[in-house]
T-cell receptor, first 118, second 110 residues
Framework: DAGVIQSPRHEVTEMGQEVTLRCKPI?????LFWYRQTMMRGLELLIY????????DSGMPEDRFSAKMPNASFSTLKIQPSEPRDSAVYFCASSFRGQTFYSNQPQHFGDGTRLSIL | GQQVMQIPQYQHVQEGEDFTTYCNSS?????IQWYKQRPGGHPVFLIQ?????EVKKQKRLTFQFGEAKKNSSLHITATQTTDVGTYFCADLTNAGKSTFGDGTTLTVKP
């Protein structure tokens, strides 16, 4: 089975440019998470969706960041305009969240996008 | 919000020695998930603990959930070089939100 697929794997761009990161979750999963990982701040949850609806975006750094999930098989994280401090590895993860708490399944992570803003 | 603290931040051991990482919270945890991230890789799910006092084993790895559900530990017996990586604990709330600890990075000297 295909896992979580992220693209691009690497992105290098100049500050001020728009950056779009893409994620295809595992088929059948109904929860999707975007994380940012840096040495200084560790693994931070930016936003997560359940059934394509954003549930909690309190981790989104500022208005320059936006995320969408137009359907169950695709999500994007956009940074506009990008800044050097946005350089990080961005992970997308998906899982299945059932009706009861104990039916929640573990998160499956993609390989990440390594973003460098010059 | 919910914070999950992990100690130590780094641990360097000789191959064959044991290793333990601890996960602590000031509030009751809903459940605990443990992940391992190899250098340059992505977090990979290891196990989930739900019940108070629960203990689970995976070969040389032993996972425990505290009686008060405010702490958890991962113990590796007789480390091997393949155990190298960063181990994260994560709290999964009833709302589906996950909060990861800062992780413990393990290095193993052959």
């Amino acid at each position: 089975d295909a896992g979580v697929i992220q693209s691009p794997r690497h992105e290098v761009t100049e500050m001020g440019q728009e950056v779009t990161l893409r994620c295809k979750p595992i088929s059948g999963h109904n929860s999707l998470f975007w994380y940012r990982q840096t040495m200084m701040r560790g693994l931070e949850l930016l936003i997560y969706f359940n059934n394509n609806v954003p549930i909690d975006d309190s981790g989104m750094p500022e208005d320059r960041f936006s995320a969408k999930m137009p359907n169950a098989s695709f999500s994007t994280l956009k940074i506009q305009p990008s800044e050097p401090r946005d350089s990080a590895v961005y992970f997308c993860a998906s899982s299945f969240r059932g009706q009861t708490f104990y039916s929640n399944q573990p998160q499956h992570f993609g390989d990440g996008t390594r973003l460098s803003i010059l | 919000g919910q914070q999950v603290m992990q100690i130590p931040q780094y641990q360097h051991v000789q191959e064959g020695e044991d290793f333990t990482t601890y996960c602590n919270s000031s509030t009751t945890l809903s459940n605990i998930q443990w992940y391992k991230q190899r250098p340059g890789g992505h977090p990979v799910f290891l196990i989930q603990l739900v019940k108070s006092g629960e203990v689970k084993k995976q070969k040389r790895l032993t996972f425990q959930f505290g009686e008060a559900k405010k702490n958890s530990s991962l113990h590796i017996t007789a480390t091997q070089t393949t155990d190298v990586g960063t181990y994260f604990c994560a709290d999964l709330t009833n709302a589906g939100k996950s909060t990861f600890g800062d992780g413990t990075t393990l290095t193993v000297k052959p």
